[in-house]
Structure formats: structure tokens, C-alpha cells
């Protein structure tokens, strides 16, 4: 069982921009696909972007396309969201989780998961 920390949250204006790190304790993290996923209140936990375990490949949801890139250095076991042109509602909390399967955006697929770092972007 792969154990995830994301950081990097906080409370920004509209326009601004963050970077998420997401760190991993687990010797064999370069042999997973990782991905970001957010929820925001009363909100199904939604799929933000994915890296595979190269890092040679990503993809994004259409909702944050050319704002959001993932990014990942195998050698330090972190994974990175940076967030650009942040919008009020990508206002959420944001986990990294840990699969095999570089493809799949269903979090039902995944088991290891981090504790959420909170985004709040104000208008």
C-alpha cells in the first residue's frame, strides 16, 4: 500500500496560481500512473489530470485543460499539479492517488489515496 501527502493548498484569488505536491513513501511509486482528482462540497469526487509512470505521457479533464499541467520526478517520489488561471469553481479539496492503469479516471479503480489538500479561489 502505496501512503500519499499532498500540500500546497490554499486560499487564492481568481487568476492566480498554485503548485500541488503530492510525495510518496513507497519504493515501487515509479511503477504507478498517478492522478489528481478533486471534490468540492456535495460534489462526486472528479478527475483533474493524470501522468504515467514515465512521466513521457499526461492528460487533463476538459474542465481545466491549458490551465492545469501534472508533472512528476521519480527520482524525489513527487508528483505535481501546477495550477494556472485558477477559477472559483476549481474550488476543491484535491487528493493524488496511486493506480496501475494510466487510462482509468473512475476512483472507484483506486486504493491509495492522499488526505486532500484544500484550493480556494475567491472571485
Known amino acids: 500500500q502505496v501512503q500519499l501527502a499532498e500540500s500546497g493548498g490554499g486560499l487564492v484569488q481568481a487568476g492566480d496560481s498554485l503548485r500541488l505536491s503530492c510525495t510518496a513513501s513507497?519504493?515501487?511509486?515509479?511503477?504507478?500512473?498517478m492522478h489528481w482528482f478533486r471534490q468540492a462540497p456535495g460534489k462526486e469526487r472528479e478527475f483533474v489530470a493524470a501522468i504515467n509512470w514515465s512521466g513521457g505521457s499526461t492528460y487533463c479533464a476538459d474542465s481545466v485543460k491549458g490551465r492545469f499541467s501534472v508533472s512528476r520526478d521519480n527520482a524525489q517520489n513527487t508528483v505535481a499539479l501546477q495550477m494556472n488561471s485558477l477559477k472559483p469553481e476549481d474550488t476543491a479539496v484535491y487528493y493524488c492517488?496511486?493506480?496501475?492503469?494510466?487510462?482509468?479516471?473512475?476512483?472507484?479503480?483506486?486504493?491509495?489515496w492522499g488526505q486532500g489538500t484544500q484550493v480556494t479561489v475567491s472571485s
Open positions: 492517488a496511486a493506480y496501475w492503469d494510466y487510462y482509468s479516471t473512475r476512483p472507484s479503480d483506486f486504493s491509495s
Open positions: 513507497e519504493r515501487t511509486f515509479r511503477t504507478y500512473a
